[in-house]
């Protein structure tokens, strides 16, 4: 008996002594594979197509002729023109809304825009009804140190690998897609590379694709509420403009009438950011989205949305006549400074 059990110890320290090689050698892979796949994650996203802010801020000359900083996605960066500010008020206004920019690329952003262009005395941010389901796409956030983005993006675990194969996808599918067409040589990015360029945009007419005819049913979609994806960096970013003493102007666009009745819940989001204007005093809230205000319904005025799409877009005639309605609410904030 005791000379099996010893024969069976001697066997299972003779499997361990066996497997810890390989172990150490799987967990060694799986530890350099990982290091060279964020490197070259780090190299695609530092590349010509992605300029980095610096790039962005060296050429603009007069500085201190930008009053008005201008923040939020997509349908901001179609919704609200520093042309019309301009020609009204001979103020400049420096726009850095644009697709993939959410709440952590906004509040970032601003650290850096400080430094290079000093403290705005106005923000406008564009608000959006899926504005706390937002993820600032990792491509914008590569432009800020990897302590900042990376701190929660990348996971720890045993294997790096494994643990980070949601994101490792993600960057798979961004760089082969890359191989075949590249994006970011479309007009759009182009754009926003360019301060002037930004600063010139007024929009796209629009393709007059909307169906506006009703179905009788159509894909709803709720209000996400605070704190959502990053909804606590639109906070931080709040808590910093106080301290700074910058007027903020969150501002609800208007959206085509088919995208307003998708998104359900209008009244939570109104409250939502109502409640945000009372705890800020340098924070003022003003809702567009509204059938009484702009005319929803007209398709001229938008470049896509529609029943059961949850986004929308405003094209150049529709941005026209929202910003001269958002110049009449500026107007006061202007003179008071």
Excluded at 318 to 333: Q, V, Y
Aim: overall charge positive; glycine content about 6%.
């Amino acid at each position: 008996m005791n000379s099996s059990i010893s024969n069976f110890k001697k066997t299972a320290k003779q499997i361990v002594a066996d497997l810890l090689p390989f172990v150490f050698f799987l967990f060694l892979f799986d530890r350099l594979l990982f290091m060279a796949i964020n490197k070259g994650e780090s190299l695609f996203y530092s590349g010509a197509q992605f300029p980095s802010l610096q790039e962005k801020f060296s050429p603009i000359n007069n500085k201190d002729k930008y009053r008005i900083l201008i923040l939020g996605s997509s349908r901001t960066y179609d919704g609200i023109h520093p042309w019309y500010i301009c020609k009204e008020f001979g103020v400049r206004a420096f726009k850095e809304a644009f697709v993939g920019k959410g709440p952590k690329y906004n509040y970032f952003f601003y650290q850096e825009y400080k430094k290079f262009m000093g403290v705005p005395r106005v923000v406008i941010y564009g608000l959006d009804f899926f504005l706390f389901n937002i993820v600032s796409e990792r491509h914008w956030l590569k432009r800020f140190s990897a302590e900042l983005v990376d701190v929660r993006y990348f996971k720890r675990g045993i294997s790096l690998l494994l643990t980070n194969k949601p994101q490792i996808d993600k960057f798979s599918n961004t760089f082969f897609n890359s191989l075949k067409k590249n994006p970011w040589g479309e007009p759009n990015f182009l754009i926003e590379r360019d301060a002037a360029q930004m600063e010139a945009y007024r929009g796209v007419v629009s393709p007059g694709i909307i169906d506006a005819v009703e179905p009788p049913r159509f894909r709803k979609v709720r209000f996400f509420s605070y704190p959502g994806q990053e909804g606590e960096y639109f906070i931080r970013l709040l808590d910093e403009l106080r301290r700074d003493q910058v007027t903020v102007l969150m501002v609800s666009l208007p959206e085509y009438i088919g995208t307003y009745w998708t998104n359900r819940n209008h009244r939570k989001f109104l409250r939502t950011f109502r409640r945000i204007d009372r705890a800020y005093d340098n924070v003022h809230f003003f809702d567009y989205n509204d059938p009484d205000i702009f005319d929803l319904a007209n398709t001229e005025y938008f470049i896509d949305g529609g029943y059961g799409k949850t986004n929308s877009h405003l094209s150049r005639a529709g941005s026209e006549i929202f910003n001269r309605l958002l110049l009449r609410d500026l107007r006061r904030f202007i003179g008071e400074k």
